[in-house]
C-alpha cells in the first residue's frame, strides 16, 4: 500500500475485509474487518509481488488488498472445516 499513508491503509483495511467479508458472505465486526484487511494487505501484496503486478494509489491498494483478504477467508474456511 506505498503512496496512501497511515490512514489511508486503515481505511483501506476496513473496506477491503467488508468487502471481502460480504464477498464470502461472513459476518464480523469492524475490527475484525480491519485485521482481515490488513492482513489480506499483506498477502495480496506478496502475491502481487510475486506475479510481478504493481497497482499504487487507493484503488489499487483496495483491489490488491480486498483479493489477499479474500484469499485469507478462503484458507481459514479450509482450515477451520479440516
Known sequence: MSGVGLIGAIIIGILAGWIAEQIMKRN?????NLVVGVVGSFLGAFAASALGIAW???IGSLLI???GAILLLALLGLI???
Open 80 to 82: 477451520k472445516k479440516s
Open 65 to 67: 488488498s480486498t483479493l
Open 28 to 32: 464480523h465486526g469492524l475490527l475484525t
Open 56 to 58: 499504487g494509489g487507493f
